[in-house]
Nanobody
Framework: VQLVESGGGLVQGGGSLRLSCAASGSTFVIAAMGWYRQAPGQQRELVASITTGGGSTNYADSVKGRFTISRDKAKNTMYLQMNSLKPEDTAVYYC?????????WGQGTQVTVSS
């Protein structure tokens, strides 16, 4: 499984961005997907996740009500709509896919929110 993120960039506080994660390869093994982020000097943390079966979602408390995770099965693509962005959302955002055997990670995309 290969994952490629896109959609990061520089945005002013209060603005919006939409991240995309395109999956290719043996995508049938993917059971769940998620977005993680890592700020400088910080540990990587879960932002949001979604199951590929029932589409159940989970969000970090810090992004609830502002971010929305979704998935387009036909396109094998996962999205993260980020609204009301804050400077503390600045980080490298990574896409992760989980299978029964292993996890797969994308290369990350930088999101910078100015104050």
């Amino acid at each position: 499984v290969q994952l490629v993120e896109s959609g990061g960039g520089l945005v002013q506080g209060g603005g919006s961005l939409r991240l995309s994660c395109a999956a290719s390869g043996s995508t049938f093994v993917i059971a769940a997907m998620g977005w993680y982020r890592q700020a400088p000097g910080q540990q990587r943390e879960l932002v949001a996740s979604i199951t590929t079966g029932g589409g159940s979602t989970n969000y970090a408390d810090s992004v609830k009500g502002r971010f929305t995770i979704s998935r387009d099965k036909a396109k094998n693509t996962m999205y993260l709509q980020m609204n009301s962005l804050k400077p503390e959302d600045t980080a490298v955002y990574y896409c992760k896919a989980e299978s029964r055997i292993r996890d797969y990670w994308g290369q990350g995309t930088q999101v910078t929110v100015s104050s």
